[in-house]
């Protein structure tokens, strides 16, 4: 499949980048970065700038990209330009090109403003605002056939395989985890107009995006 | 009428708030200045805090508030919090609440994203994106009964008592003008669900209303 990942250079991203070429998927990662992120011969990169306006971004998606991935973020420096309004540019130009399949990258409790009153929650509120916007539009203004997968704290640590999903607390993440959970999400059926949070639990990863 | 508006101590809210009570509405209006901002009988005022989540802003509106008016902004210094989240809270608070008439002071082509490329815009684009997902939320996520007003540039001049409404291009608005505007939408059948942008021109605001 030919995949965009919109964030490629990202800790999420570049392991998710390396899963889908290691899954023989033809992918396109975005960076701002001019150095080649990825050796492989089904990688290849573009420079795709998410403050331009709709109808550049648009332009520079290729016709048959057959699913993008979200996995960007200003890590809070442009949080209204960048993970707000620039993911939803992004949501609007797959629509209108007809790229139905889109999976967002998002965080715990983004649509669930009702836990945001957690300490944890309370001091990244603006960053929850953003995404909360975005998956919002994606969920009930888009078109879309759209995944969001809603991680808790990221953490650098070795992949365990296992995750549990939609718990009523939020957890940690391992990176590798959540790579593995958004590359599986990718053709499953059953993740199709799903939103759901994860965290690393007691499931493997396949069987618990089987019975989302 | 009993009418809450938020944004009360503002450049337009306070003019707006003259204009209501002229009118005998009784007015409540939000400010988080201590002292009392106008003294007639039939008005009355609140420290609503646009922070709060909605249910404590919800607390805040009396049962038997029949419109508000949003005429609030944090003057770009907390987009995320206040023109947007604090937005949107006042408009799921009011849905909640039974209080189907919501009126917006939004700006010129918050919706139309294509005319976002003029430097003036360009140079205002964090407040355009804040107002536009606020707007958006407004019109396609509520049951409201709204009504947008998208002014240009607010000038303090003295009011003309004429506009012109849905110009092609952005102009400037007196902000008695304005003001004066956002009273005659409160009533006005042609108004219900509409969105319309305004600038000083050469229609009486009453007839341009009218005729939207």
């Given at each position: 499949?030919?995949?965009?990942?919109?964030?490629?250079?990202?800790?999420?991203?570049?392991?998710?980048?390396?899963?889908?070429?290691?899954?023989?998927?033809?992918?396109?990662?975005?960076?701002?970065?001019?150095?080649?992120?990825?050796?492989?011969?089904?990688?290849?990169?573009?420079?795709?700038?998410?403050?331009?306006?709709?109808?550049?971004?648009?332009?520079?998606?290729?016709?048959?990209?057959?699913?993008?991935?979200?996995?960007?973020?200003?890590?809070?420096?442009?949080?209204?330009?960048?993970?707000?309004?620039?993911?939803?540019?992004?949501?609007?130009?797959?629509?209108?090109?007809?790229?139905?399949?889109?999976?967002?990258?998002?965080?715990?409790?983004?649509l669930d403003t009702k836990k945001?009153?957690?300490?944890?929650?309370?001091?990244?509120?603006?960053?929850?605002?953003?995404?909360?916007?975005?998956?919002?539009?994606?969920?009930?203004?888009?078109?879309?056939?759209?995944?969001?997968?809603?991680?808790?704290?990221?953490?650098?640590?070795?992949?365990?395989?296992?995750?549990?999903?939609?718990?009523?607390?939020?957890?940690?993440?391992?990176?590798?985890?959540?790579?593995?959970?958004?590359?599986?999400?990718?053709?499953?059926?059953?993740?199709?107009?799903?939103?759901?949070?994860?965290?690393?639990?007691?499931?493997?990863?396949?069987?618990?995006?089987?019975?989302?």
């Amino acid at each position: 499949m030919k995949i965009l990942v919109i964030g490629a250079s990202g800790r999420v991203g570049s392991d998710l980048v390396e899963k889908l070429l290691a899954d023989n998927h033809q992918v396109i990662g975005t960076t701002r970065q001019d150095k080649k992120l990825f050796d492989a011969d089904n990688y290849s990169q573009l420079d795709l700038d998410l403050l331009a306006d709709k109808e550049a971004i648009q332009n520079q998606m290729d016709n048959d990209i057959e699913a993008i991935y979200f996995v960007a973020g200003s890590g809070n420096k442009n949080l209204l330009e960048v993970d707000l309004h620039g993911a939803v540019k992004t949501m609007e130009a797959a629509q209108d090109k007809g790229i139905q399949r889109y999976i967002m990258l998002s965080t715990v409790f983004s649509l669930d403003t009702k836990k945001w009153q957690s300490s944890a929650i309370a001091n990244l509120k603006e960053y929850y605002i953003a995404k909360h916007y975005a998956d919002q539009w994606l969920v009930n203004d888009s078109t879309l056939n759209y995944t969001i997968v809603q991680a808790g704290a990221l953490k650098e640590r070795a992949g365990t395989g296992k995750i549990t999903v939609n718990s009523s607390d939020a957890g940690e993440n391992t990176i590798p985890d959540v790579a593995a959970t958004l590359a599986a999400v990718l053709s499953a059926n059953s993740a199709s107009k799903k939103v759901f949070s994860m965290q690393n639990g007691d499931t493997l990863i396949k069987e618990a995006i089987a019975n989302l």
